[in-house]
Every structure is written in structure tokens, then in C-alpha cells.
């Protein structure tokens, strides 16, 4: 199973960014996706999760209302659509497959860096 993140970079607060994860090596259409991310000198959270049919969604609620979690099956890619970022949004940020619950999971991505200066 390999993830693949992308669509990191540096915004200002305020703006909006969209990640993508391409999944391969699994049936994609049959897992859980999941967003997590990791700020310098933090444990990783949990940011945002969908179903494997992306009828059900759930977030942190540090992000609710700002984040969306999308997926589409037939690009095996899922995505994370932020709006109205902040600087404490600064982090790394992961997509995950494979949840074994209480922040963990099988299969991780190699990570994308999402900076928001102010």
C-alpha cells in the first residue's frame, strides 16, 4: 500500500489550500481514509475522517466548519479541502488508511508541509 500527499505549502491566514492523498496498492474504495497532522514539537492529531463510500465524515474540532474531507473512488485519491487557515494550522499533515482506532493505523502517508504565516 503506498499514500502519496501533496498540495502542501506556504499561505497566509486566511486563505485556503486543498491536499490530496493517491492510494494504490489497496481497493481503495473499500477503506477508511483519515487526516492527521503534526506540528513542530507535537504529537500528531487527528484532523479529519470518511468513509469508504464518503457519505460520513468526522473532524476535530479545531478544524470543524473550516475542513472538508473528500474523496473520489474512481481516482483512488482522497482530499483535504481547508479553508480559513490559521497559523496554528501549521503542520505536517498525513493522510492514513487502514484506522485501527485511537489515532492509529496501518498505512501512512510520507506527509505534506502546510505553513500559515500571519
Known amino acids: 500500500v503506498q499514500l502519496q500527499a501533496y498540495g502542501g505549502g506556504l499561505v497566509q491566514a486566511g486563505d485556503s489550500l486543498r491536499l490530496s492523498c493517491a492510494a494504490s496498492g489497496l481497493t481503495f474504495s473499500s477503506y477508511a481514509m483519515a487526516w492527521f497532522r503534526q506540528a513542530p514539537g507535537l504529537e500528531r492529531e487527528f484532523v479529519g475522517y470518511?468513509?469508504?463510500?464518503?457519505?460520513?465524515?468526522n473532524y476535530a474540532d479545531s478544524v470543524k466548519g473550516r475542513f472538508t474531507v473528500t474523496r473520489d473512488n474512481a481516482k483512488n485519491t482522497v482530499y483535504l479541502q481547508m479553508n480559513s487557515l490559521k497559523p496554528e494550522d501549521t503542520a505536517v499533515y498525513y493522510c492514513?488508511?487502514?484506522?485501527?482506532?485511537?489515532?492509529?493505523?496501518?498505512?501512512w502517508g510520507q506527509g505534506t508541509l502546510v505553513t500559515v504565516s500571519s
Open positions: 470518511i468513509n469508504w463510500s464518503g457519505d460520513s465524515t
Open positions: 492514513a488508511t487502514g484506522l485501527t482506532g485511537k489515532g492509529g493505523a496501518d498505512y
